[in-house]
């Protein structure tokens, strides 16, 4: 016969703290509005961050196959809404590159109207994602793969302004090297104003007195002349436009809340502040579907523009609000201004941010020689995935199972079993230590003395957990050995989660639960 006994569970630190402890990150977003003393601050960092925003849109309109005014429009409206609606006070919302890269075989093969309907489901998916706690899912990203996210996203940003420089004419590499030298200058002596601020008014004043002539926003496509409408999608409401829409409503849902959530913890950091993950899910959905009826295409957070805005001072809701104003009075009433802009002085600013933004120590020597082999091979990967296809998605999801399997293989060998004989040579203890599931117990079955052991054999679980049915099925297999030779199993220190499986997925006969 074997019997089984328990051990209580500790109990968890987080069951211990009070309902007013784990509300705690939700009250805290409370009171983030800014004061009549930050106000100033606040709109300056909007206005930088507006001016970043507008060549990036135009650029990822391109690559989404629709008119710059659908990305600017979306940029816009997201910006707007998600001030009021979202859980991460300063982050940047707004047309994304990666979800212009997944949406642009649905423009090539159905056109806009099928993008504006497929905005508008992956905002209803979005909220939906949001109310159910979506964001609970982030913990199984390893901080490894969230390195190779922000050095992938780095890398990104910084080859993507190489077009406005490299190639170019002498003139636009002096005015990027003047723009990165007002840029690491200005805020030593000055933080009144933002240093990016300066760098685009003075080189765009000097481009226009000087009649140098660059590349300027204006080269970049055609802004829009009037205020975006409200409208509905001109598409045939039917089972077929719900075919054709649903991959790309899941894969642009899945790309965008990454993305978005991702960004999140990086401005945590920056701000050593936090965020409600479940808010900013259901938000960004309530910030599409407007968006949507409003005429633009799928946006999400963008970690560039955010860097920006933060670096500028922004850290509240108004420098989110203020983005999306500025944005759309730079591009309509201000439009022959803004077209007048170099895109070198731009160019300059963002590969700072990707300088910024990339995280050196993760490559430091003494970093590369500390680390895991195993944590740097996913950080590589997920870089290397992501850099050549411009894909989040597939960078994280390739770093988050190869990290998987990576643990999988190290636990694998967790497993050890020590025994003991009693004195008097009629009992035998044996200790298992470590997590018993599909890869740690291949060898367990082996790991006892099947025919020289005495009639009574106590198996000490105390060290143990059970965690599947490969682990009770192993359990199962000791027992069946011991009981064809006669020998009493006698099961010890069961935590109570390991007795209720055995309880229930245990096919051995003699199971005695105590």
Same mark, same amino acid.
């Given at each position: 016969?074997?019997? %089984?006994?328990?051990?209580?569970?500790?109990?968890?630190?987080?069951?211990?703290?009070?309902?007013?402890?784990?509300?705690?990150?939700?009250?805290?977003?409370? $009171?983030?509005?800014?004061?009549?003393?930050?106000?100033?601050?606040?709109? %300056?960092?909007?206005?930088?961050?507006?001016?970043?925003?507008?060549?990036?849109? &135009?650029?990822?309109?391109?690559?989404?196959?629709?008119?710059?005014?659908?990305?600017?429009?979306?940029?816009?409206?997201?910006?707007?809404?998600?001030?009021?609606?979202?859980?991460?006070?300063?982050?940047?919302?707004?047309?994304?590159?990666?979800?212009?890269?997944?949406?642009?075989?649905?423009?090539? *093969?159905?056109?806009?109207?099928?993008? %504006?309907?497929?905005?508008?489901?992956?905002?209803?998916?979005?909220?939906?994602?949001?109310?159910?706690?979506?964001?609970?899912?982030?913990? +199984? &990203?390893?901080?490894?793969?969230?390195?190779?996210?922000?050095?992938? #996203?780095? &890398?990104?940003? +910084?080859?993507?302004?190489?077009?406005?420089?490299?190639?170019?004419?002498?003139?636009?590499?002096?005015?990027?090297?003047?723009?990165?030298?007002?840029?690491?200058?200005?805020?030593? #002596?000055?933080?009144?104003?933002?240093?990016?601020?300066?760098?685009?008014?003075? #080189?765009? +004043?000097?481009?226009?007195?000087?009649?140098?002539?660059?590349?300027?926003?204006?080269?970049?496509?055609?802004?829009?002349?009037?205020?975006?409408?409200?409208? #509905?999608?001109?598409?045939?409401?039917?089972?077929?436009?719900?075919?054709?829409? $649903?991959?790309?409503?899941?894969?642009?849902?899945?790309?965008?809340?990454?993305?978005?959530?991702?960004?999140?913890?990086?401005?945590?950091?920056?701000?050593?502040?936090?965020?409600?993950?479940?808010?900013?899910?259901?938000?960004?959905?309530?910030?599409?579907?407007?968006? $949507?009826?409003?005429?633009?295409?799928?946006?999400?957070?963008?970690?560039?523009?955010?860097?920006?805005?933060?670096?500028?001072?922004? =850290?509240?809701?108004?420098?989110? +609000?203020?983005? $999306?104003?500025?944005?759309?009075?730079?591009?309509?009433?201000?439009?022959?201004?803004?077209?007048?802009?170099?895109?070198?002085?731009?160019? *300059?600013?963002?590969?700072?941010?990707?300088?910024?933004?990339?995280?050196?120590?993760?490559?430091?020597?003494?970093?590369?020689?500390?680390?895991?082999?195993?944590?740097?091979?996913?950080?590589?990967?997920?870089?290397?995935?992501?850099?050549?296809?411009?894909?989040? *998605?597939?960078?994280?999801?390739?770093?988050?199972?190869?990290?998987?399997?990576?643990?999988?293989?190290?636990?694998?060998?967790?497993?050890?079993?020590?025994?003991?004989?009693?004195?008097?040579?009629?009992?035998?203890?044996?200790?298992?230590?470590?997590?018993?599931?599909?890869?740690?117990?291949?060898?367990?079955?082996?790991?006892?003395?099947?025919?020289?052991?005495?009639? =009574?054999?106590? &198996?000490? %679980?105390?060290? *143990?957990?059970?965690?599947?049915?490969?682990?009770?099925?192993?359990?199962?297999?000791?027992?069946?050995?011991?009981?064809?030779?006669?020998?009493?199993?006698?099961?010890?220190?069961?935590?109570?989660?390991?007795?209720?499986?055995?309880?229930?997925?245990?096919?051995?006969?003699?199971?005695?639960?105590?």
């Amino acid at each position: 016969m074997t019997e %089984l006994s328990q051990r209580p569970p500790a109990t968890a630190a987080a069951d211990r703290r009070s309902p007013t402890a784990r509300r705690r990150p939700v009250i805290a977003l409370s $009171g983030r509005w800014p004061g009549v003393r930050h106000v100033r601050v606040e709109l %300056l960092a909007g206005l930088v961050t507006a001016l970043a925003l507008i060549p990036e849109t &135009i650029s990822f309109s391109v690559v989404a196959g629709v008119d710059p005014r659908v990305g600017l429009f979306a940029s816009f409206t997201i910006s707007v809404v998600i001030a009021f609606t979202g859980g991460r006070p300063a982050m940047i919302s707004a047309a994304a590159g990666s979800m212009a890269l997944v949406a642009a075989p649905l423009v090539r *093969a159905h056109g806009l109207n099928y993008l %504006l309907a497929t905005t508008i489901g992956v905002g209803l998916l979005m909220f939906v994602l949001g109310q159910v706690g979506v964001a609970r899912l982030m913990r +199984f &990203i390893p901080r490894t793969v969230m390195i190779g996210f922000v050095n992938a #996203l780095a &890398i990104l940003i +910084f080859t993507a302004q190489l077009p406005h420089v490299v190639g170019r004419s002498w003139k636009v590499y002096v005015l990027v090297a003047a723009g990165l030298v007002i840029l690491l200058t200005l805020p030593r #002596l000055t933080k009144a104003v933002p240093a990016p601020l300066v760098a685009v008014a003075l #080189l765009t +004043f000097v481009t226009v007195g000087f009649h140098i002539s660059v590349p300027t926003v204006g080269d970049e496509g055609r802004l829009p002349s009037s205020l975006p409408r409200p409208g #509905l999608p001109d598409v045939p409401m039917n089972w077929e436009t719900l075919r054709i829409i $649903g991959p790309y409503v899941l894969a642009l849902t899945a790309v965008g809340l990454l993305e978005t959530l991702l960004t999140a913890q990086i401005v945590d950091r920056m701000t050593d502040t936090t965020h409600n993950p479940n808010r900013e899910s259901w938000g960004l959905g309530i910030a599409n579907v407007v968006n $949507g009826f409003f005429g633009g295409m799928g946006g999400c957070a963008m970690i560039g523009q955010t860097i920006v805005n933060v670096n500028s001072g922004g =850290r509240g809701r108004l420098s989110t +609000f203020a983005a $999306g104003g500025f944005l759309l009075l730079l591009v309509v009433p201000l439009r022959e201004v803004v077209c007048n802009i170099p895109m070198s002085a731009l160019a *300059a600013v963002m590969m700072l941010v990707a300088v910024m933004t990339f995280e050196w120590r993760s490559v430091a020597p003494s970093t590369l020689r500390r680390m895991p082999r195993g944590e740097t091979l996913v950080m590589v990967a997920t870089v290397a995935v992501v850099v050549p296809t411009h894909n989040l *998605a597939y960078g994280v999801l390739v770093g988050v199972v190869l990290a998987a399997l990576l643990f999988t293989r190290r636990v694998a060998h967790v497993a050890l079993v020590t025994s003991v004989l009693d004195p008097e040579g009629g009992e035998r203890i044996y200790a298992v230590h470590g997590t018993l599931f599909f890869a740690s117990t291949n060898d367990l079955v082996n790991a006892f003395d099947y025919a020289h052991d005495p009639t =009574r054999v106590v &198996i000490d %679980l105390s060290e *143990a957990d059970v965690l599947d049915s490969a682990a009770v099925a192993a359990l199962d297999d000791v027992r069946t050995k011991y009981g064809a030779r006669g020998t009493e199993v006698i099961l010890l220190g069961l935590n109570t989660r390991s007795a209720d499986l055995l309880r229930k997925l245990s096919t051995a006969p003699g199971l005695k639960v105590d």
